[in-house]
């Protein structure tokens, strides 16, 4: 098999393709490659989120380790983009956690 013709074409690899189909009435409860891709995501963040605990209060550091530097960094990315694209006095209260949770598809 060649490499260069494992796609027929470049956007055959975006395809969503039903895994198990549930169908349940008229709804359509499907696990496909976006659910699984999305799953392996949130098991990745939330991960990412306890290891920058502590283990024995379950909080954070003062100093931050490694962990909470890249938690923290990624919270302040969201944050610039959210800020750069809302104007005026309210752009604090648009970015509550649930904009930073949705971000990272959770």
């Not at 039903?18 to 359509?28: K, R």
């Not at 550091?61 to 490694?66: H, T």
Request: aromatic content about 20%; glycine content about 4%; hydrophobic content about 55%.
């Amino acid at each position: 098999m060649n490499l260069f013709n494992f796609f027929a074409s470049p956007l055959e690899q975006f395809e969503i393709l039903p895994i198990i189909s549930l169908n349940l009435g008229n709804f359509d409860f499907s696990i496909t490659n976006q659910t699984i891709i999305l799953f392996l995501i949130c098991f990745f963040i939330i991960t990412l989120f306890f290891a920058g605990l502590k283990p024995t209060t379950n909080s954070l550091f003062i100093v931050p380790n490694r962990w909470q530097s890249i938690i923290e960094g990624m919270y302040m990315l969201v944050l610039a983009m959210v800020t750069d694209n809302i104007g005026g006095k309210k752009k604090p209260i648009f970015f509550p956690f649930s904009v930073y949770y949705l971000f990272f598809h959770c």
